[in-house]
């Protein structure tokens, strides 16, 4: 008995393990996705203009997408039903506080209706303005905002919110191009993210030397009757090892591309930062310098009229 009882736990236990399990691939899978639509958008800003025409940006957009959209709660309604919630219902009350914020312009469009689609017109907006890292920044900051619209388990509330807000800083060196008029802002439809461009395979060099030894084998201990049509065509070994030492310094070169991007985009963050804490601390101070001569002119005030008493005394 006490044997199926440790069993019933176990089970009990499996159980309660699947749907977290679940949940923790599916943030690392739409992390993971969205750190390589980064990448390939920042590495396409080098060779075209980024519009709506790309599917880099497109891919892009509806990865990060369902990541804002990751366990949202629903609306009660007054019947006690929950409705479906858009993103842009936690964005427009999360980054109120970022300063010259585009949401009244967004919640303004008149060619805008749905919710979705002013979220998705916000995503354009934003990276025109180079500014979406800071509105993720000052969202996920609203701890208090961001746990009312949100679920146990969704990204944004989890140990990957800072990592999207860290690798969506990259976004900011890039001049995007937007129409908000087209049918991107159709929120009809859902998003739905293409996986195919992060799931191609490059095989090594060592591969393709592997292969054609087994070919080789393979070739040798055939029947001497055997036709040349039965035997797969030969690999060019020079060819492809040089084609993939290109590919690789060509890969090495882009991903210094990247970091320099992002470098140079961070020390003009740092830099920002730099200059509004230099002002606010000549601000403080001229509060300060303001502060010790209202505190000096009402010492002499109060001086006076002791004076003043002590004469009538």
């Known amino acids: 008995m006490a044997s199926l009882g440790l069993g019933g736990l176990n089970v009990s236990a499996r159980r309660k393990s699947v749907p977290s399990r ?3 691939v599916e943030r ?5 996705v969205c750190r390589f639509s980064v990448k390939t958008l920042i590495d396409r800003s080098c060779f075209e203009t980024i519009d709506d025409t790309s599917p880099e940006f497109n891919n892009f957009a509806a990865i990060l997408e369902q990541i804002l959209s990751h366990r949202l709660k629903g609306q009660i309604t007054w019947f006690g039903y929950e409705s479906p919630r858009s993103f842009w219902d936690y964005i427009r009350v999360a980054c109120r506080k970022v300063s010259h914020n585009c949401i009244c312009s967004i919640e303004n469009m008149e060619n805008v209706g749905s919710s979705r ?3 998705r017109a916000w995503i354009r907006v934003a990276l025109m303005e180079k500014h979406l890292s800071e509105y993720i920044s000052t969202a996920l900051r609203d701890f208090k905002t961001t746990r009312r619209f949100y679920e146990d388990g969704a990204i944004v509330l989890g140990e990957e919110a800072n990592m999207l807000a860290g690798m969506l800083l990259g976004l900011n060196a890039i ?3 937007f ?10 439809y859902p998003a739905v993210i293409d996986y195919t461009p992060y799931l191609k395979f490059t095989q090594s060099s060592d591969s393709i030397s592997s292969d054609e030894e087994e070919l080789r084998t393979l070739g040798s201990s055939g029947s001497e009757g055997s036709t040349p049509e039965n035997i797969g065509p030969p690999f060019i070994t020079d060819e492809n090892s040089w084609y993939n030492k290109c590919k690789r310094v060509e890969q090495k070169y882009r991903l210094a591309l990247e970091q320099k991007g992002y470098l140079e985009e961070l020390v003009r963050l740092r830099e920002n930062q730099l200059s509004e804490s230099v002002s606010q601390n000549k601000l403080l101070l001229q509060r300060i310098e303001d502060m010790d001569l209202a505190h000096k002119m009402e010492k002499e005030q109060l001086e006076y009229i002791i004076v003043e008493l002590q004469d009538q005394l």
Request: aromatic share 4%; proline share 0%.
């Open 175 to 177: 001049d995007f191009s």
């Open 117 to 119: 689609a002013k979220g």
């Open 179 to 188: 129409c908000l008029k087209g049918e991107g802002l159709d929120g009809s």
């Open 28 to 32: 690392r899978n739409l992390i993971t």
């Open 22 to 24: 679940n949940a923790a």
